[in-house]
């Protein structure tokens, strides 16, 4: 039984799932499709402009396409408006763009923003290590049962 592909422009540029058109956005000027998230996410992880490129093709992106939020034609510029698509997750709570560019964290000195980032860091890093720490103990727990 043959698996037919689905076209390039059906799947997303970094998950290559199918995409839906109220999901996806598009880079600029090269016009590779991702979802939404996806694209968010990758641009999340690049937070310097000269890193805000296409997933697909590394080109350097200058605006986002994200028909679902029509404002100029869709057109969303990366740098200052980005932080406009990005402030906000799928279910409303702040991403980590969206907390590390807000205006008020932006007029932060380099010490106090590099303050903030370490304790969050911390917590995060407290967090994981308790999980690791319980799985490891739940581990142990279930070879001394058998």
């Not at 058109?21 to 996410?41: E, Y």
């Not at 702040?94 to 860091?121: A, C, Q, V």
Request: charged share 25%; with cysteine; hydrophobic share 30%.
């Amino acid at each position: 039984e043959k698996v037919e592909e689905k076209p390039e422009e059906d799947q997303c540029s970094i998950c290559m799932e199918a995409l839906s058109i109220k999901r996806a956005i598009t880079f600029n000027p090269c016009s590779h499709v991702t979802h939404r998230t996806c694209g968010i996410k990758w641009i999340e992880t690049r937070v310097s402009p000269a890193e805000q490129c296409c997933p697909l093709c590394r080109t350097s992106s200058h605006m986002l396409v994200d028909k679902t939020r029509p404002n100029d034609l869709g057109y969303l510029a990366l740098g200052s408006t980005l932080y406009d698509l990005c402030a906000f997750g799928p279910l409303g709570q702040p991403t980590k763009f969206g907390i590390l560019n807000h205006p008020e964290m932006r007029e932060l000195n380099h010490e106090t923003r590099l303050r903030g980032l370490l304790s969050y860091l911390k917590t995060v890093t407290n967090h994981a290590l308790a999980d690791v720490k319980r799985t490891l103990a739940e581990s142990r727990e279930g070879r001394r049962g058998k």
